[in-house]
C-alpha cells in the first residue's frame, strides 16, 4: 500500500500532525538489554520499525506488525506506550508532513531470516547507550537511553486490595485495614 492509500488510515490531530506507532525491539543479554535497529529504506539511518495506523487493530498491534514487516520480529509486546516522539516523514523530495510516534516495548522472541522487507533494510542488535547515540531524532534517543524492560511475571496485588488477608497490619483489628 502506498502513503497515499494510506493517508486514508492515518490518525491526523488538529495540526495535521500524523500519528505513528513504532516498535523498541529488544533483548536481555548478559550485559545488559539491547535494542534492534533497522535502517530506513530511503537513507539508510537507523530508526525503530514504526508504520501508520491499521484498520481494526489496536496501536500496540499496528507496532508488532510494522516490526514483522520491517525487522522480521516475532516476540512479546507490552500494550502500554513507553514513549512518544515526533519527526518529519518525507513523501517526496518536495513534501514531508509532522509525525508524532508513540512507542511500544517489544521483547524480541525470534528474528525470522525471511520478511516482507528483508531485501530494502539492514537490522542490528546494539547496546541501549549506542542505539541512542545513532537515531536522529532527539526524544527517540532518550525513549531508548532510559528505557528499562517490564519486569517479568504478573505484577503483585496492590498492597490493601486483597479483602481477606490473613493477619491484620500491626495495631489493626481483624477485617480492617487502612483507608477503609
Not at 490531530?13 to 538489554?33: I, P
Not at 535497529?37 to 487493530?57: E, H, Q
Not at 521483547?107 to 541512542?132: G, I, N, Q, Y
Not at 531524532?137 to 517479568?152: K, S, Y
Amino acid at each position: 500500500m502506498g502513503w497515499q492509500d494510506k493517508s486514508a488510515v492515518q490518525g491526523t490531530d488538529k495540526g495535521g500532525t500524523r500519528m505513528q506507532y513504532g516498535a523498541l525491539c529488544w533483548r536481555a543479554v548478559a550485559t545488559g538489554v539491547e535494542v534492534l535497529l533497522i535502517t530506513s529504506r530511503d537513507t539508510g539511518r537507523w530508526v525503530i520499525p514504526k508504520g501508520w495506523p491499521m484498520p481494526g487493530l489496536a496501536p500496540e498491534a499496528a507496532a508488532a506488525q510494522e516490526a514483522w514487516e520491517e525487522a522480521g520480529v516475532q516476540g512479546t509486546m507490552n500494550p502500554l506506550c513507553i514513549g512518544r516522539y515526533g519527526y518529519q516523514k518525507c513523501l517526496s523530495p518536495e513534501a514531508s508532513v509532522p509525525c508524532a510516534v508513540a512507542v511500544y516495548g517489544l521483547r524480541v522472541d525470534e528474528l525470522a531470516k525471511t520478511f516482507p522487507e528483508v531485501k530494502e533494510r539492514r537490522r542490528k542488535w546494539f547496546p541501549l547507550a549506542e542505539a541512542a547515540t545513532l537515531v536522529a531524532e532527539p526524544e527517540l534517543a532518550t525513549i531508548i537511553g532510559q528505557f528499562l524492560p517490564p519486569l517479568q511475571g504478573r505484577p503483585g496485588p496492590i498492597a490493601g486490595d486483597d479483602d481477606d488477608d490473613p493477619a491484620p497490619a500491626a495495631g489493626q483489628k481483624p477485617g480492617r485495614r487502612k483507608g477503609h
